[in-house]
């Protein structure tokens, strides 16, 4: 599939979509949001690709929402259709066997903020702004925002952020816990990479099902999720992973991880 709203760069193991719309402040219209879930099917396949990073084009935004001038004249049934899809590629996101960090470049509103939510880790720069301005509008999040944005912020923020509207900034998002770090924007790549290039020194088969584990845990009824912890804690034992840390540890040594 050729890309139009959309690049992708692979170097050692790290994928970088980004999102490229630049008239509409990288706003998610339909045609990027299929794209967006051809290259996640694409990387989930490739082997060559241990982490993806999703940001944005430019140095204003992120991604300014879902795309206001397409929505615009949406019958019911159209608005739902439009909702299904945003909330199934950004599911899949979610359900990813790969870790996928947002590294957050500007404005991150409605959609691009319920992107950034169903991202594992964010992480964003100085000038960066979140929020789900939807009832502005007269309608609500349609992405999964009021599902993630709960889970993450708890019930009562996530309750302000979305009857308000309100746009808060990095260091807000930060002390909330809607981000994992703020730094400058021309480091922002950087340090998403120095994440990234982290996590592939482990065990990624463990990363992997961490993942699902932690997912779960938002999910199932607590013993429901410590038996899924404790089955895929025992997985864990069938890769040669294990064995190599566990060794290297041992031995004194940094441990060689195959990620099988
Ligand atoms: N959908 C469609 N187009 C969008 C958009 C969106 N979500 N967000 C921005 N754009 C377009 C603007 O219409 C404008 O297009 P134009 O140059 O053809 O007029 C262009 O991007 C630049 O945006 P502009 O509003 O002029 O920039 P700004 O710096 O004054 O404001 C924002 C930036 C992000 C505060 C403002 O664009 C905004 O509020 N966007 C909508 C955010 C939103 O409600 N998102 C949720 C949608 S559900």
Same mark, same amino acid.
Not at 151 to 172: C, F, H, N, P, W
């Given at each position: 599939?050729?890309?139009?709203?959309?690049?992708?760069?692979?170097?050692?193991? %790290?994928?970088?979509?980004?999102? @490229?719309? $630049?008239?509409?402040?990288?706003?998610?219209?339909?045609?990027?949001?299929?794209?967006?879930?051809?290259?996640?099917?694409?990387?989930?396949?490739?082997?060559?690709?241990?982490?993806?990073?999703?940001?944005?084009?430019?140095?204003?935004?992120?991604?300014? /929402?879902?795309?206001?001038?397409?929505?615009?004249?949406?019958?019911? +049934?159209?608005?739902? &259709? +439009?909702?299904?899809?945003?909330? &199934?590629?950004?599911?899949?996101?979610?359900?990813?066997?790969? $870790? *996928?960090?947002?590294?957050?470049?500007?404005?991150?509103?409605? /959609?691009?903020?319920?992107?950034?939510?169903?991202?594992?880790?964010?992480?964003?720069?100085?000038?960066?702004? +979140?929020?789900?301005?939807?009832?502005?509008?007269?309608?609500?999040?349609?992405?999964?925002?009021?599902?993630?944005? $709960?889970?993450?912020? /708890? *019930? @009562? &923020?996530? &309750?302000?952020?979305?009857?308000?509207?309100?746009?808060?900034?990095?260091? =807000?998002?930060?002390?909330?816990?809607? %981000? @994992?770090?703020?730094?400058?924007?021309?480091?922002?790549?950087?340090?998403?990479?120095?994440?990234?290039?982290?996590?592939?020194?482990?065990?990624?088969?463990?990363? @992997?099902?961490?993942?699902?584990?932690?997912?779960?845990?938002?999910? *199932?009824? %607590?013993?429901?999720?410590?038996?899924? =912890?404790?089955n895929a804690f025992a997985l864990c034992f069938g890769t040669q992973d294990q064995k190599? /840390?566990?060794?290297?540890?041992? =031995?004194?040594?940094?441990?060689?991880?195959?990620?099988?």
């Amino acid at each position: 599939m050729e890309y139009k709203n959309i690049d992708v760069k692979k170097e050692e193991g %790290i994928a970088t979509i980004t999102i @490229s719309r $630049p008239k509409a402040l990288n706003a998610l219209n339909t045609e990027t949001l299929e794209e967006l879930e051809n290259v996640l099917e694409v990387l989930q396949n490739d082997d060559g690709v241990k982490v993806i990073v999703i940001t944005g084009a430019g140095e204003k935004a992120f991604v300014a /929402g879902a795309d206001i001038s397409e929505m615009k004249d949406m019958s019911v +049934f159209e608005a739902k &259709k +439009f909702a299904e899809l945003g909330q &199934k590629v950004f599911r899949k996101i979610e359900l990813m066997k790969k $870790p *996928v960090i947002a590294a957050v470049n500007g404005y991150a509103l409605g /959609g691009g903020c319920e992107l950034a939510l169903a991202c594992d880790i964010r992480i964003a720069s100085r000038n960066a702004k +979140f929020g789900q301005p939807e009832v502005g509008l007269g309608i609500i999040p349609g992405f999964g925002g009021t599902q993630r944005l $709960p889970r993450i912020v /708890g *019930v @009562s &923020k996530a &309750k302000e952020l979305i009857y308000t509207g309100d746009m808060i900034d990095a260091e =807000e998002a930060l002390r909330i816990g809607l %981000i @994992s770090k703020v730094v400058e924007q021309d480091k922002l790549l950087e340090e998403a990479y120095g994440i990234a290039k982290k996590i592939m020194s482990k065990g990624l088969v463990a990363v @992997s099902l961490a993942k699902e584990a932690i997912n779960k845990s938002l999910e *199932v009824d %607590i013993d429901s999720g410590m038996e899924y =912890e404790a089955n895929a804690f025992a997985l864990c034992f069938g890769t040669q992973d294990q064995k190599e /840390g566990m060794a290297a540890f041992l =031995e004194k040594r940094a441990p060689k991880f195959e990620g099988r």
